[in-house]
């Protein structure tokens, strides 16, 4: 009678469900990572981690981004950090109105999130639109008040969080940020955007070059993230873009907020 098969060594561990755990492990530490940079920091063949990124995505735990080769984990690992699964969720239902949006709007779009006295763009159209002046911006860090998108954010969020983003803002004490952090400039920037709906940054306060509108994205708790529309001053007035493409950012954010799944 033959022995019956029996299980590997406790000591034994599978390869390649640990190279798999240890890329997951580093996806989500780093919020975003190329396939390359995992190689790199995990001294592995870039075969290899093409291959397990491929078998992490089939069984839902990753997402290749949709206009970059950058892979986010989902909501199915939230529990390997929920802001990484935030970020990974809006970028899914993103991409789609993106492509759907950027058509139409020419102009390039960028989706970014709250993150430590900074806005992280998370998705963008900018390597896709012939209007674009900038390339590469998944990751960029844009400073809170002066960017369209972090007044946007600051305009909407609880009253509560802003007095914290500001304090830590005056803490860090950023020269270019002094002028915007007085308190009847703020207020007033804050009772604005409120009122139109949508942030503004038009007088070369970031990149001289452009100008650019926000409109958050509002989740039952607060403000999950920005939709931004970034265009060349010298090719439009603000009054003009806010009439001629407001209306759309409004549009997209409130889509991005429904087709969530704490909305559903």
Partial sequence: ????????????????????????????????????????????????????LETLEEEGYVVFSGSANVVRVTRLAASLGDASALGSELCRVAVP???????????????????????????????????????????????????????????????EERALIVAHLLRLGD?????????????????????????????????????????PILGPEGVLGCVSMIWIRTAMSAPRALESFGEALREIAGRIAAQLPEAS
Avoid at 12 to 33: C, D, F, K
Avoid at 104 to 120: C, E, G, I, T
Avoid at 189 to 213: C, D, K, N, Y
């Fill in 175 to 215: 020269p270019a940020d002094l002028p915007f952090l007085d308190p009847a400039w703020l207020a007033r920037m804050i009772a604005e955007t409120r009122a139109r709906g949508i942030a503004l940054r038009e007088a070369g306060e970031f990149r001289p070059q452009t100008a650019s509108i926000a409109a």
């Fill in 1 to 52: 009678m033959s022995d019956p098969v029996t299980p590997k060594s406790k000591s034994e561990p599978v390869r390649a469900l640990t190279r798999g755990l240890a890329i997951l492990r580093h996806v989500n530490a780093a919020g975003a990572a190329r396939p390359g940079e995992i190689a790199r920091a995990l001294n592995l063949p870039r075969p290899t981690v093409y291959r397990l």
């Fill in 97 to 159: 109105l993106f492509s759907e949006y950027g058509a139409r709007l020419v102009w390039p779009l960028d989706l970014s999130v709250y993150d430590n006295a900074a806005m992280v763009i998370q998705e963008t159209t900018h390597g896709r639109s012939p209007l674009s002046i900038d390339r590469a911006m998944i990751g960029y860090r844009l400073p809170v008040l002066r960017t369209s998108a972090g007044r946007a954010y600051l305009a909407f969020c609880p009253e």
